[in-house]
């Protein structure tokens, strides 16, 4: 069964902390994409990283940056020196690649304090 | 604007009223999902559209659901005799598919949030 977990409900971190976020994922298929949205207050999901599960590569875009480990069936993502605005909640996704729909961990809100 | 449109914001019903969401997805875009999400949880697919088709339904998408996309653009979402368990906000995306089965990423609207009293 495909399923996404984010073990951490809550992270509260300073203003220029870094922080990871984890996320596990289930799937059976070899083929797959993960995903990471961010939910700002205002509701509004938006998309940040896309991954296809054949691509183990690692990324960096600015201060983001995700860790992909296909042996231990994680994406993590990594926000270094946090700011204020990086305050959302923020949601793993899976997709299988012979399926359409996406499965979405339940998030995890990160409350960056200045 | 040239995002995904979600029209209303915000609905207030009565149980046992019929409610009807739109949602006017990126103009490429041949795919539309419509998702559920409650407080506290992420979305939950409830059905897809590839152009004017109906793909999938989740099990969730009870008999009191419809959906619709008539001419492959924009797409209405109808809960019949609403019940209070139906309170949620109602995400609509959109995605370009070129082909066979590759997806790109969805791009998500503001949502209906919509409480049933």
């Known amino acids: 069964a495909q399923k996404v977990t984010q073990a951490q409900t809550e992270i509260s971190v300073v203003e220029k902390e870094d922080v990871t976020l984890d996320c596990v994922y289930e799937?059976?298929?070899?083929?797959?994409?993960l995903f990471w949205y961010k939910q700002p207050p205002s509701g509004e999901l938006v998309f940040l990283i896309r991954r296809n599960s054949f691509d183990e590569q690692n990324e960096i875009s600015g201060r983001y940056s995700w860790n992909f480990q296909k042996s231990t069936s994680s994406f993590n993502f990594t926000i270094t020196a946090s700011q204020v605005v990086d305050s959302a909640v923020y949601f793993c996704a899976l997709r299988e690649y012979n399926f359409n729909k996406f499965y979405f961990g339940s998030g995890t809100k990160l409350n960056v304090k200045p | 604007d040239t995002g995904v449109s979600q029209d209303p914001r915000h609905k207030i019903t009565k149980r046992g009223q019929n409610v009807t969401f739109r949602c006017d997805p990126i103009?490429?875009?041949?795919?539309l999902y419509w998702y559920r999400q409650t407080l506290g949880q992420g979305p939950e697919f409830l059905t897809y559209f590839q152009n004017e088709a109906q793909l999938e339904k989740s099990r969730l998408l009870s008999d009191r659901f419809s959906a619709e996309r008539p001419k492959g653009s924009f797409s209405t979402l109808e809960i019949q005799r609403t019940e209070q368990g139906d309170s949620a906000m109602y995400l609509c995306?959109?995605?370009?598919?070129?082909?066979?089965?590759?997806?790109?990423?969805?791009?998500f609207g503001p949502g209906t949030r919509l409480t049933v009293t």
């Open positions: 103009s490429e875009h041949n795919r």
């Open positions: 995306a959109s995605s370009l598919s070129t082909g066979g089965r590759r997806d790109y990423e969805q791009y």
């Open positions: 799937t059976r298929d070899t083929t797959y994409y």
